[in-house]
């Protein structure tokens, strides 16, 4: 029977037996280099070197409005929020959101998630037009808008915009505007720095 331990078959299978049985040692923790995931802050500064594409209509001519500045708004929820792969779109999540409109583009971003999306927008009077969002790109979502007390305060036209989150997200609370209300609270900073404006 001995005769048998030392054939070739034998010895591969011991040694694979042996192989298995020995403890594996864990690989080793990569140090966070360049390639780690980018932060809140990272990932707004690169949202705001985007611009929209001409999907459905072409790009407004980048030209100042009424509205343009940083706005933010939080969103307290009482329940957590549910971490899922493929959230719907603009889903009025709890948190910290951010708006910016800037020349005809207008840019969203969820702070805890990484949200976020960018469209068109134009102002006519009091109506603020959205477009060209990849999220929704052959629709126009209409809103009034209305600046009161340092806040812009939207409320919606018609927007269907997935499946009407866009227009319940941007219309649930006043943003806060990040620009000072004067010169002399730009320049000295004293004044209620809304969350997230710095």
Same mark, same amino acid.
């Given at each position: 029977?001995?005769?048998?331990?030392?054939?070739?078959?034998?010895?591969?299978?011991?040694?694979?037996?042996?192989?298995?049985?020995?403890?594996?040692? $864990?690989?080793? +923790? *990569?140090? #966070?280099? %360049? !390639?780690? /995931? =980018?932060?809140?802050?990272?990932?707004?500064?690169?949202?705001?070197?985007?611009?929209?594409? $001409?999907?459905? +209509? *072409?790009? #407004?001519? %980048? !030209?100042? /409005? =009424?509205?343009?500045?940083?706005?933010?708004?939080?969103?307290?929820?009482?329940?957590?929020?549910?971490?899922?792969?493929?959230? #719907?779109?603009?889903?009025?999540?709890?948190?910290?959101?951010?708006?910016?409109?800037?020349?005809?583009?207008?840019?969203?971003?969820?702070?805890?998630?990484?949200?976020?999306?960018?469209?068109?927008?134009?102002?006519?009077?009091?109506?603020?037009?959205?477009?060209?969002?990849?999220?929704?790109?052959?629709?126009?979502?209409?809103?009034?808008?209305?600046?009161?007390?340092?806040?812009?305060?939207?409320?919606?036209?018609?927007?269907?915009?997935?499946?009407?989150?866009?227009?319940?997200?941007?219309?649930?609370?006043?943003?806060?505007?990040?620009?000072?209300?004067?010169?002399?609270?730009?320049?000295?900073?004293?004044?209620?720095?809304?969350?997230?404006?710095?």
């Amino acid at each position: 029977m001995l005769r048998y331990l030392h054939t070739p078959l034998v010895v591969v299978l011991l040694s694979m037996v042996a192989a298995c049985a020995a403890p594996r040692q $864990a690989a080793p +923790t *990569p140090a #966070p280099g %360049p !390639e780690a /995931s =980018p932060t809140p802050i990272d990932r707004w500064s690169e949202l705001l070197q985007h611009t929209p594409h $001409a999907f459905s +209509t *072409p790009l #407004p001519p %980048p !030209e100042p /409005s =009424p509205i343009d500045g940083v706005y933010t708004k939080t969103v307290i929820k009482d329940e957590p929020t549910v971490h899922c792969r493929r959230c #719907p779109d603009y889903a009025p999540e709890g948190g910290l959101w951010k708006l910016s409109l800037d020349d005809g583009i207008f840019r969203i971003y969820h702070a805890e998630t990484g949200w976020r999306s960018l469209a068109s927008f134009t102002v006519e009077g009091s109506a603020l037009n959205l477009f060209n969002d990849p999220n929704c790109f052959d629709l126009v979502g209409r809103y009034a808008w209305a600046l009161e007390e340092g806040q812009l305060v939207l409320t919606v036209i018609d927007d269907p915009c997935a499946i009407a989150l866009r227009a319940m997200n941007l219309t649930q609370l006043p943003w806060k505007s990040c620009q000072p209300p004067n010169q002399e609270a730009a320049i000295s900073g004293h004044w209620p720095v809304p969350e997230g404006c710095t």
